[in-house]
């Protein structure tokens, strides 16, 4: 087994002793005040003020800057208040606490360790339902009706478009470093699916090289899209969603990885704990 360091990040104070029970690391965002015993993305070198639009990007920025030096296990890992990696798929609905911290990853074992990283499971983005479609698209799907019949044109470009803005991914892309801005254009137009909501688990040694790819990008992109504009969801927390997908091409390129279940679980079912 491989010791990890494994933070756990949440917007909500109330969370703070239901994380160190899952034997987590508590990471505090955004204004409500936590102790002086969770991490924080407001000490030091900070952009705190963005978390609005950087979404966890804040914490990893802070911990960029501040302590990833500190850090001494050979892993590091990452999951939210309200997702987590897990051994196996597992059934969520009514699910103590006592099955939730028996099934999540707290640790490396000999399998996990012949990989690089950990990423979540892929998702799928072809697969969009019909519903979805009728509610949020159904101009763009008529006025491209091949797109209801060929999946293979359903790839991860176009899903950028339509949730995060037409012609907001190509912009971004054309300021990355020339390493990587064709393979990552190629990632986004030829894949369907990629590793979900910012959450993966790594060794140590390899977060700074992350860290300094994906920062300096989006600092260039805030020059386009700025903060004041973005106004719906989708676009206000556009550089999280580009972080989703370069976090996911980023890794898969450059280091052997495996992929485990994310469950969707919130620790507030825990509260009364």
Known sequence: MKKITFYCLTLNPDHEEIIKKLSYLPVGLGDKKFSEDCLSDKQGLSISNKNPFYGEY???????????????????????????????????????????????????????????????????????????????????????????????KRNLKLQFDLFHGKGNLDLAIDLLDQKNKHDFKTF????????????????????????????????????????????????????GFLAERFLSYWFTKNYKYIELPIIGKDLSDYRNL
């Open 58 to 152: 804040t914490f990893h920025y802070w911990l960029w800057k501040n302590h990833l030096d500190l850090i001494q296990t050979e892993w590091v890992g990452f999951c939210q208040y309200r997702k987590f990696f897990v051994k196996k798929k597992i059934n969520t609905k009514d699910l103590n606490f006592i099955d939730l911290k028996s099934q999540i990853v707290t640790e490396i074992n000999d399998q996990i360790n012949d990989a690089d990283c950990i990423l979540g499971d892929k998702f799928i983005v072809s697969n969009y339902k019909f519903s979805k479609i009728i509610k949020k698209h159904l101009f763009y799907f008529l006025t491209n009706p091949d797109l209801f019949f060929n999946k293979k």
């Open 188 to 239: 986004m137009y030829q894949q369907d699916s990629f590793n979900p909501h910012n959450m993966f688990l790594c060794k140590t040694k390899l977060l700074r090289g992350y860290y300094e790819t994906i920062f300096p990008w989006l600092e260039k992109c805030e020059k386009i899209f700025g903060f004041n504009n973005l106004k719906d969801y989708g676009s206000q927390r556009i550089y």
